[in-house]
């Protein structure tokens, strides 16, 4: 780009019609882009025309409800996100240097998460209201993509991906416990053989699961194959399951407290459980986190336990 077009492009480019633009982009969508900017569509569509009209060539194509990004926009993406990590980086480097949790604090967890997240992230926020905290649920494979793209200042995962280089911190207790609706034949049993969990019918999340990841290499270590029903997409999807009577499942036990089902669900006492097992806050090797993503770590670290049992302020009524 000539010298006179970059001043141009300085002089009329504003960072509303970048970030407009860089999100629609990264989102696909100018609707979605509209929702996360918190702003309508219309507004977005306009900042995206100025910036279009202000670089002088078409930076989207549309092909019905879908948008792709010309050579032009795909250049400009590339930009954008320099420009914004860039950015990033010197709003952590200036509140590093005044020494105070302050600035966004973007989290990115997985829907078994959110309950709890949002509570650890809220209560924070609460503390800290110099901070612009911000929650954003996706599933794993999601995540992991966002990962890879620096989107967010901190994620929370079950099992860490090993598909990228990432620092994994320990954080939050998660454990399993084996769930059945009240009158099924095993309900009241007390040390149930690990075994006999084979010949149940096993209602299980979706591929890339976290959870299931879990409980597949429980099941290998035991030398058994779990006996898979059905796949769902959501934990709040399989607990409808197991009402239905469609048979068991391994969940983590804090979601549990905030449902109205409780007095029809029962944790099984099977060998091995409760299931220890972790959220781990992972961010990419390398990354420099802000005073606030590190104030969170230190917060969380101090008071994850007593959300977690405020998670469980209404915990499983046993049949004992």
């Not at 420009?83 to 509140?95: G, P, Q, Y």
Request: glycine share 6%; aromatic share 6%; net charge neutral.
């Amino acid at each position: 780009m000539p010298q006179s077009d970059i001043r141009r492009y300085l002089k009329h480019g504003t960072l509303p019609q970048l970030r407009a633009f860089e999100a629609s982009a990264r989102l696909g969508s100018f609707t979605r882009a509209a929702e996360e900017l918190h702003m309508a569509q219309a507004t977005a569509s306009v900042q995206i025309k100025k910036l279009s009209d202000t670089v002088g060539l078409a930076l989207f194509e549309q092909d019905g409800r879908r948008i792709h990004l010309t050579e032009a926009g795909q250049r400009l993406y590339a930009g954008c996100s320099e420009l914004f990590r860039a950015l990033s980086d010197m709003e952590r480097a200036l509140a590093a240097m005044r020494g105070v949790a302050s600035g966004d604090l973007r989290l990115a967890a997985p829907s078994a998460a959110r309950h709890f997240a949002s509570r650890l992230l809220g209560t924070f926020a609460q503390r800290n209201p110099a901070v612009h905290a911000s929650l954003q649920i996706h599933d794993r494979l999601a995540l992991i993509e966002r990962l890879g793209n620096h989107e967010d200042d901190l994620y929370l995962f079950i099992e860490p991906p090993d598909e990228r280089e990432v620092v994994a911190q320990a954080a939050v207790p998660n454990p399993l416990v084996v769930l059945a609706c009240r009158d099924h034949p095993l309900a009241g049993e007390n040390d149930i053989p690990f075994a006999r969990l084979a010949r149940e019918p096993l209602l299980m999340r979706e591929p890339g699961s976290g959870t299931r990841m879990i409980i597949l290499r429980l099941f290998a270590r035991h030398g058994l194959a779990p006996n898979i029903l059905m796949e769902l997409g959501s934990d709040e999807a399989i607990r409808e399951a197991i009402l239905a009577g469609l048979g068991l499942s391994i969940l983590p036990r804090y979601t549990l407290g905030l449902d109205r089902v409780l007095t029809k669900l029962v944790c099984l006492d099977v060998e091995g459980f409760p299931l220890e097992s972790h959220w781990h806050f992972v961010y990419p090797v390398g990354k420099r986190l802000s005073p606030a993503a590190r104030a969170f770590m230190d917060f969380a670290r101090v008071e994850a336990k007593s959300v977690f049992r405020d998670c469980l302020r209404n915990p499983l009524h046993s049949l004992s």
